[in-house]
């Protein structure tokens, strides 16, 4: 089992930065891809990031691309999201995610562990 809690949220202007971290508890952790999700208020969570289990093969949700990056690190039980050139379109509640199978990662149903959420608010 995992345990999985977020942090770094906030209020940034448009254009601005912040990076998300999630930290996994558990002996496990590299065993699971890992995948950051989103959703703003009467919308849908939406995929929005994934990295494989050893590989580290990175995946994106189009309207991301070039700006947002997800990294882990095995050692420390860590994954982060840093996002780069913040839109208010961005502003959602963003969910880090565990995927035991390590495949299909833009749907939701293959996570079976999320942590609680952190608040990311962009300004125009």
């Known amino acids: 089992q995992v345990q999985l809690v977020e942090s770094g949220g906030g209020l940034v202007q448009a254009g601005g930065s912040l990076r998300l971290s999630c930290a996994a508890s558990?002996?496990?952790?590299?065993?699971?891809?890992m995948g950051w999700f989103r959703q703003a208020p009467g919308k849908e969570r939406q995929f929005v990031a994934a990295i494989s289990r050893n590989t580290f093969s990175t995946y994106y949700v189009d309207s991301v691309k070039g700006r947002f990056t997800i990294s882990r690190d095995n050692a420390k039980n860590m994954v982060y999201l840093q996002m780069n050139s913040l839109k208010p379109e961005d502003t959602a509640v963003y969910y880090c995610?565990?995927?035991?199978?390590?495949?299909?990662?833009?749907?939701?149903?293959?996570?079976?562990?999320w942590g609680q959420g952190t608040q990311v608010t962009v300004s125009s």
């Open positions: 995610a565990a995927n035991p199978l390590g495949s299909d990662y833009a749907l939701r149903s293959r996570y079976d562990y």
């Open positions: 558990g002996r496990t952790f590299s065993r699971y891809a």
